[in-house]
């Protein structure tokens, strides 16, 4: 299973950004998935995540109310709509899906991870 994520780019802060995330081939099963972030000399940490059926999506708390995640349809597309963005949202974006839930959903045991998009937000 392979990811694509693509949106990222320099913006201002409080600006707006929307990455996407595909994988790349058809296929009918679907996946939980989920955006984490990694910042330079950090951990990578969750950002948000969404389950396969798009009924339910999961937030960081220093994210709730600016960023959105959605799922528009049944397929293995995402979306994360940023806005509000701050400096300390600048990092590497990743996009991951899952093969099942397990207990450490939506914080971990994500199994196929995209190649990262680069979010820079200038002050």
């Known amino acids: 299973v392979q990811l694509q994520a693509s949106g990222g780019g320099l913006v ?5 950004l929307r ?11 679907m996946y939980p ?3 984490f972030r990694q910042a330079p000399r950090e ?5 948000a995540a969404i389950t ?14 600016r960023f959105t995640v959605s799922r528009p ?3 293995n597309t995402i979306y994360l709509q940023m806005n509000s963005l701050r400096v300390e949202d600048t990092a590497i974006y990743y996009c991951a899906a899952a093969e099942s839930y ?3 959903f939506p914080y971990g045991d994500f199994d196929y991870w995209g190649q990262g ?5 200038s002050s």
């Open 117 to 121: 998009t680069q979010v820079t937000v």
């Open 52 to 65: 396969w059926t798009g009924g339910a999506t999961y937030y960081a708390d220093s994210v709730k109310g």
């Open 102 to 104: 397990t207990q450490n």
């Open 12 to 16: 201002q802060a409080g600006g707006s």
């Open 33 to 35: 998935m989920g955006w």
């Open 73 to 75: 349809g049944p397929e």
């Open 43 to 47: 951990e990578r940490q969750f950002v």
């Open 19 to 29: 990455l996407s995330c595909a994988i790349r081939r058809r296929t009918s099963r």
